[in-house]
């Protein structure tokens, strides 16, 4: 292919893109294939000629349209939103033409500043902290990472370096307080040697485990296993699993508390749960080191409240994340704000603007109070990524898993300067209102209650005076009947449906259409 054939072939795969939008109404948000429908439609062995574009494009209905399923489908109410702007969608284009990598300042410094510019508006137009803004003076910043679980991983990882140092800085304080070791370490000095003292003094003090002198195996000093080994971190049950997942890869300790009803009657912390637990671990030798906040649980939309949490935590101690990945969108509207009060307390904080902030996947901010710290962390200075600015220039590889980036920031750079900042308020205002509108009428008729309060744009319901079972039944046979598609949900043992309104095409007539639909399946199911 050469230049001339990108810009034919290239624009027919707009026009693809276009026309599967426009046909939207027509399919149905869930495909019906079974595992392993490839295998019909795919050839077991790779071409051995070339193809042309026009046979190609012809299998794009059966290979990837016809068995996706349509997140953006007026009747998809499953999950949490996939957030879209066309203006993404061009923006995408445009990274992967531009196809720069922007680990380091130097390895592409238009991929690194657009991005630090535009965190600083997401800050400004979802009023969080100015000390997040990479523009701030002090050491506050903002990086776009590729997921909320990426995030929630390098929190826990930055939390875990944190505590380590101040573990071993505790330590050092103790030997320099005890006058028999200074008697014979004279030359006691920070550096290596203090880290030789640690060696000899806090870990093989004692025991009969091998020496951890040897210089071929390296111990990492902010990431030391023999430090972090009692460890404990705190989440609220209705966490995401990510975060039990960030748990075990950061090969820490958890303990999930039992969420209770807060004040918007969905579940979230406890906070009288918190301090005891603290208490209760300290007892037992555990050092507690964490917390993780949810705003939006993935569950009920429950929020944790972060005001009544970080008093606890600032008195013992605890780093403080805060994952907002769903609910952290609808900060755009001044009127959600209030579920954030207290995040100018917090160590860190993510959202995820391709949930329900309209930027396609993937876009997945995070901001944290002290980027300088984290940063030092994850610093390996291999001598091929060493560069002329790097102690003016910021580089994102220090505060992210991979090494290699594309160019998110221009989703959002075309975003908000073409489409702008009150259209995707009204996106999220109107997801609001469809999503109590839907409370209303689907317990028209007594036949359902809702579960909870709705919440942003989620309505949790199940049927009323019904077992788990026959709400389970009821979700499955919505679900194989494929005209609308929803997940369920279980919270301290009640089975409950979940209707997430995230489409930009949902208007208050899908609304209707799936409460008749969720009723027709019912009434069938459950004949009196
Ligand atoms: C979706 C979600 C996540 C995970 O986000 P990914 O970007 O898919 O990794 C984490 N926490 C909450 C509350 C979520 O809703």
Redesign the pocket.
Known sequence: MDAEQLRSEGCKVIDIVADYWESMRKRRPLPDVKPGFMNQLVSAAPPTAPEDWKTIYEDLEKVVFNPATHWNHPHFFA??PAGLTYHSIMADILSSGLSSVGFSWMACPAITELEKAMLDWVVELMGLPEHFKNSHPGPGCGIIQ?????S?LIAILTARAAKVIRFLNSKVEEIKSSPSIFQWLPNFSLGKSLYNILNHNVFNSNTDRPSYDSTDVITPFYHDPRVFQNFVMYFCDQ??S??EKGAWLAGVRYRKLKAIKGYLGNYGLDPDALRKAVQEDRDRGYIPFMLIV?V???SSCGIDEIERLTPICKAEGLYVHV?????GSYALCEENRYLLNGVENVDSYNT?L??AGMINF?C?PMWFKNGTYASRYYNVDAIHLAHEYQSTGTDYRHLEIPLGRRFRSLKLWFTLRNWGADKIKDYLRGTMDIAIFFSKIIVEDQKFELFVPPILGLCCFRLRNHSNSDNERLCTAINRDRRIHIVPSTIHSIFFLRFAVGSPMTTKEDAVHAKKIIFEIANNLFKK
Do not use: Q
Not at 146 to 150: E, I, M, N, V
């Open positions: 999950y949490f590729s997921s909320g679980s990426d929630i966490g995401h990510s975060i949810t939006g649980t993935t994952d907002s990945a769903y609910a995820n391709h949930k993937d997945s």
